[in-house]
């Protein structure tokens, strides 16, 4: 007996056809996930056209091309204040260079020159200004995806002791109300 697996267009597809039809209540709202650093604005937009009405990214740890994709989607029409699905950025507040290695690696990217560089410069600043780097570091990309057109909201995401201390200082400090 084979199994069959939903891709993640056929899955919000089908939930948008069973809300639809009345087997999954009206105000339940589809959520769907997005790789910037890996997908094109192509994903996103099959992803709109299947029924996603809210869209969480994968965190914007390459910045250049996050921002890439980001402004490539607003000229698509994709994102923008009248949308089908409002885009919501996914923020992780890092503890240390090794969780950094660990979005990296989560989020596919690991492997890209640019994510070597991006570790090398937060090294280096870590060596150079201490703990501060990454509290730094956090603020500078919740600051950068503050700046970005049409951003409906951030998940932030601490998924250590190390990205929870860093969360409440950010709190503390008025940049997460």
């Not at 299947?50 to 490539?72: H, M, R, S």
């Not at 290695?101 to 020159?113: A, E, G, R, V």
């Amino acid at each position: 007996m084979g199994s069959t697996l939903l891709d993640s267009f056929e899955m919000i597809s089908t939930a948008t056809k069973l809300r639809n039809d009345g087997y999954i209540d009206q105000t339940t709202a589809l959520w769907a996930v997005e790789n910037p650093l890996v997908d094109g604005p192509e994903r996103l937009q099959q992803k709109i056209e299947a029924g996603a009405e809210v869209i969480v990214t994968q965190p914007p740890l390459l910045w250049d091309k996050y921002e890439q994709w980001w402004f490539a989607s607003v000229s698509k029409g994709l994102i923008n204040a009248k949308s089908q699905a409002k885009v919501i950025v996914g923020l992780p507040v890092i503890g240390s260079v090794d969780t950094l290695k660990f979005w990296m690696k989560l989020t596919q990217i690991h492997h890209l020159p640019e994510s070597r560089d991006t570790l090398l410069k937060l090294e280096y600043e870590m060596q150079k200004y201490s703990k501060e780097a990454i509290f730094q570091w956090n603020k500078n990309i919740l600051a950068r995806a503050r700046a970005l057109p049409h951003v409906a909201g951030f998940h932030i995401m601490p998924i250590n002791k190390g990205g929870v201390i860093q969360t409440n200082r950010m709190i503390k400090e008025g940049l997460l109300q």
